[in-house]
């Protein structure tokens, strides 16, 4: 009887399991539905300074505050969620900063916490509009005023006067009001210091706890005079500004060729519903280009519209249209050759992301595709068929490291639909993008 029981109660559970998967997937997305996605975090450090920058999918509100003992900022990205691919502890090699910490403080506020050496004078806090990435926060510590004695390593405790405004104290001779960025008046930029929440309850342990005081404390030291809040401030991006963050990724100043696989007289593979392989490869390329160059790289394309890349148009042998795509990488010198392709089978059931690289080639060929593999996933989602070594003549024949990108099955209905799609060819080529970044990163 009792097995009986046992039978019964795990074929319910069965049954029932992917309905209480949905409840919970659907409760997610009901909650973050209006909410801004927090995409990633980067950091880039040098001599005079370290930079941090936030990426969400859309412009975010957001608060500041500083705490001491040890020193931090702390930084609220309101109405905003974290995704699950962004690192919540980031690795810092920094003689500004000891730590950076990410986390979802509560349901609508995401937290950004800098351990820091610079004090309360030596660091900036603004927002970009424009640019590659929807809506990012800039993050600034160390000599941002153009002057090193500024940039105090060893800086003593800061006190408040009653307005809240931090004021040196008297051995912290350098430090001096920090210069923000001038704001475009075209922007309507939302006052993040009104309708905070400074409810100290409300905590979360996604956010790891500093060495000293907990900045998840935060909201209830306000009040005691240990904290600073500053407003939003919005920041039209300049050349230099943006010269600046392409640095982040490492791409300013790289060569880049784009290969867009087949073209003009050379569909490719075609998909369940008439989708062609050229149009699509075509589309993520131009797409990855644009994002490229406003990262500060130079790119190189085998093809910008539909048609073949040898001179000799359709007249040419399969092999003289491969080397003629070779060339361009080849005569441009470029750092990196990216070829995209849409992978195809006899079965629609067939899906995923390939990376490829030449079988003899070198070990940076390898990490190429397999970085420009992982960041296609992360954005689009497919499942990943590994890195893989291969023979193909455009990875072969080109004197960089290269790699060939399948990027999805159009064979697959499901995937030929996604890549036909302007969401599909966003992300796709955000995807790639990012594991040239992480490449050059």
Same mark, same amino acid.
């Given at each position: 009887?009792?097995?009986?029981?046992?039978? !019964?109660?795990?074929?319910?559970?069965?049954?029932?399991?992917?309905?209480?998967?949905?409840?919970? %997937?659907?409760?997610?997305?009901? #909650?973050?539905?209006?909410?801004?996605? @927090?995409?990633?975090?980067?950091?880039?450090?040098?001599?005079?300074?370290?930079?941090?920058?936030?990426?969400?999918?859309?412009?975010?509100?957001?608060?500041?505050?500083? *705490?001491?003992?040890?020193?931090?900022?702390?930084?609220?990205?309101?109405?905003?969620?974290?995704?699950?691919?962004?690192?919540?502890?980031?690795?810092?090699?920094?003689?500004? $900063?000891?730590?950076?910490?990410?986390?979802?403080?509560?349901?609508?506020? @995401?937290?950004?916490?800098?351990?820091?050496?610079?004090?309360?004078?030596?660091?900036? $806090?603004?927002?970009?509009?424009?640019?590659?990435?929807?809506?990012?926060?800039?993050?600034? !510590?160390?000599?941002?005023?153009?002057?090193?004695?500024?940039?105090?390593?060893?800086?003593?405790? @800061?006190?408040?006067?009653?307005?809240?405004? /931090?004021?040196?104290?008297?051995?912290?001779?350098?430090?001096?009001?920090?210069?923000?960025? %001038?704001?475009?008046?075209?922007?309507?930029?939302?006052?993040?210091?009104?309708?905070? +929440?400074?409810?100290?309850?409300?905590?979360?342990?996604?956010?790891?706890?500093?060495?000293?005081?907990?900045?998840?404390?935060?909201?209830?030291?306000? /009040?005691?005079?240990?904290?600073?809040?500053?407003?939003?401030?919005?920041?039209?991006?300049?050349?230099?500004?943006?010269?600046?963050?392409?640095?982040?990724?490492?791409?300013?100043? #790289?060569?880049?060729?784009?290969?867009?696989?087949?073209?003009? &007289?050379?569909?490719?593979?075609?998909?369940?519903?008439?989708?062609?392989?050229?149009?699509?490869?075509?589309?993520?390329? &131009?797409? *990855?280009?644009?994002?490229?160059?406003?990262?500060?790289?130079?790119?190189?394309?085998?093809?910008?519209? +539909?048609?073949?890349?040898?001179?000799?148009?359709?007249?040419?042998?399969?092999?003289?249209?491969?080397?003629? #795509?070779?060339?361009?990488?080849?005569?441009?010198?470029?750092?990196?050759?990216?070829?995209?392709?849409?992978?195809?089978?006899?079965?629609?059931?067939?899906?995923?992301?390939?990376?490829? =690289? =030449?079988? *003899?080639?070198?070990?940076?060929?390898?990490?190429?595709?397999?970085?420009?593999?992982?960041?296609?996933?992360?954005?689009?989602?497919?499942?990943?068929?590994?890195?893989?070594?291969?023979?193909?003549?455009? $990875?072969?024949?080109?004197?960089?490291?290269?790699?060939?990108?399948?990027?999805? !099955?159009? %064979?697959?209905?499901?995937?030929?639909?996604? *890549? &036909?799609?302007?969401?599909?060819?966003?992300?796709?080529?955000?995807?790639?993008? +990012?594991?040239?970044?992480?490449?050059?990163?």
């Amino acid at each position: 009887m009792k097995r009986v029981l046992f039978l !019964f109660v795990a074929i319910v559970s069965i049954i029932l399991l992917p309905t209480w998967a949905c409840a919970a %997937s659907s409760d997610f997305g009901e #909650r973050v539905s209006g909410m801004t996605e @927090v995409t990633g975090i980067r950091v880039n450090s040098g001599s005079e300074k370290i930079r941090i920058v936030v990426d969400a999918n859309a412009p975010v509100s957001y608060r500041t505050m500083t *705490l001491s003992n040890p020193n931090r900022v702390v930084v609220d990205l309101k109405g905003a969620w974290l995704s699950n691919k962004v690192k919540k502890n980031i690795p810092v090699d920094s003689r500004f $900063v000891n730590a950076i910490r990410i986390g979802q403080f509560n349901k609508d506020t @995401v937290r950004v916490v800098v351990e820091n050496k610079v004090g309360a004078s030596n660091y900036n $806090v603004f927002s970009l509009k424009g640019g590659p990435v929807p809506g990012r926060l800039v993050m600034d !510590f160390g000599n941002i005023h153009g002057d090193t004695s500024k940039a105090t390593i060893a800086i003593p405790d @800061v006190k408040h006067d009653s307005s809240g405004t /931090a004021s040196p104290s008297t051995s912290d001779a350098g430090s001096s009001t920090p210069q923000t960025p %001038s704001a475009d008046t075209s922007q309507q930029a939302t006052d993040a210091s009104q309708g905070q +929440d400074t409810d100290p309850s409300v905590t979360d342990s996604s956010v790891p706890a500093s060495s000293g005081q907990d900045e998840l404390d935060a909201p209830a030291k306000e /009040a005691a005079g240990d904290t600073q809040t500053s407003p939003n401030q919005p920041a039209a991006i300049t050349d230099d500004t943006d010269a600046d963050i392409a640095a982040l990724t490492g791409l300013k100043g #790289r060569k880049i060729t784009i290969d867009a696989g087949h073209g003009g &007289n050379d569909s490719g593979a075609i998909g369940p519903t008439g989708v062609m392989e050229k149009s699509v490869t075509l589309r993520i390329a &131009n797409e *990855l280009r644009r994002l490229l160059v406003a990262e500060g790289a130079t790119v190189y394309m085998t093809r910008t519209t +539909d048609t073949e890349v040898s001179s000799k148009g359709a007249n040419a042998s399969d092999i003289e249209e491969l080397q003629a #795509r070779c060339d361009v990488a080849n005569n441009s010198k470029s750092d990196i050759f990216i070829s995209i392709h849409m992978d195809s089978f006899s079965s629609g059931a067939a899906k995923g992301t390939t990376g490829y =690289y =030449y079988s *003899l080639g070198s070990k940076r060929s390898r990490d190429l595709a397999d970085k420009v593999r992982q960041g296609v996933i992360d954005q689009i989602g497919t499942s990943s068929r590994g890195t893989q070594s291969c023979n193909f003549y455009v $990875v072969k024949h080109t004197d960089m490291p290269a790699t060939l990108v399948e990027v999805a !099955f159009i %064979s697959n209905p499901q995937e030929e639909q996604l *890549l &036909n799609s302007e969401e599909g060819i966003k992300k796709a080529a955000q995807g790639i993008a +990012d594991g040239i970044a992480d490449y050059f990163g």
